[in-house]
């Protein structure tokens, strides 16, 4: 069974750096899939971060693109993400999934991770 | 960016109730659109894709139609394990964009 898992510090200081993982269990993180990042706020609706795949290419939301870095690390069946300069504005629930293949709608989720932008 | 509205943003329905939601684009994503059902502390579960084609172990009480600017999720008989947020995706257009949800909850 595929299973995705978020990792990473609940805190963060404004003007730090948000860093996150997520762990890919039961499925080769080299195939045709690219892997996401996606993100509630409080209140609020689902924001798509990200998409990469495992041969380095990436996209990203245009209105975080200029913060936001989005890898996979093959060797430990990983993913990570990056976020620089976070405001409050940024706190929100953090969620890696799994692009399906050929398409981009998202066809398994993490649970999500708590991130609060707080000093 | 396209603009995904989901409508009406809470849904007061009781058990075997048939529930109607929908969601509308400000372009039209053709059939490119997903549905997904989330309840709190859980994964996000991918419902629908491509407008109405259901997701592998997805109850066949779900089902999804439309197409352009305009889709709908059905639930046909509403069970106890169904009162959740379900929220739409538009994947014709980078970038891929969510509506702000419809939250299902109990009458």
């Known amino acids: 069974q595929v299973q995705l898992q978020e990792s990473g510090p609940g805190l963060v200081k404004p003007s730090g750096t948000l860093s996150l993982t997520c762990a890919v269990s039961?499925?080769?993180?080299?195939?045709?899939?690219?892997w996401s990042w996606v993100r509630q706020a409080p209140g609020k609706g689902l924001e798509w971060i990200g998409d990469?795949?495992?041969?380095?290419?990436?996209k990203y939301n245009p209105s975080l693109k200029s913060r936001v870095t989005i890898s996979v690390d093959k060797s430990k069946t990983q993913f990570s993400v990056t976020l620089n300069s976070v405001s409050a504005a940024d706190t929100a629930v953090y969620y890696c999934?799994?692009?399906?293949?050929?398409?981009?709608?998202?066809?398994?989720w993490g649970r999500g991770t708590l991130v609060i932008v707080s000093s | 960016d396209i603009q995904m509205t989901q409508s009406p943003s809470t849904l007061s329905a009781s058990v075997g109730d048939r529930v109607t939601m929908t969601c509308r684009a400000s372009q039209s994503i053709v059939t490119w659109l997903a549905w997904y059902q989330h309840k709190p502390g859980k994964a996000p579960k991918l419902l629908i894709y491509?407008?109405?084609t259901l997701e592998s172990g997805v109850p066949s009480r779900f089902s999804g139609s439309g197409s352009g600017t305009e889709f709908t999720l059905t639930i046909s008989s509403l069970q106890p394990d169904d009162f959740a947020t379900y929220y739409c995706q538009q994947y014709n257009s980078y970038s891929w964009t969510f509506g702000q949800g419809t939250k299902v909850e109990i009458k």
């Open positions: 039961g499925a080769s993180i080299s195939s045709t899939n690219w």
């Open positions: 491509k407008a109405s």
């Open positions: 999934a799994r692009t399906a293949r050929g398409n981009w709608y998202f066809d398994l």
């Open positions: 990469s795949y495992h041969d380095g290419n990436t």
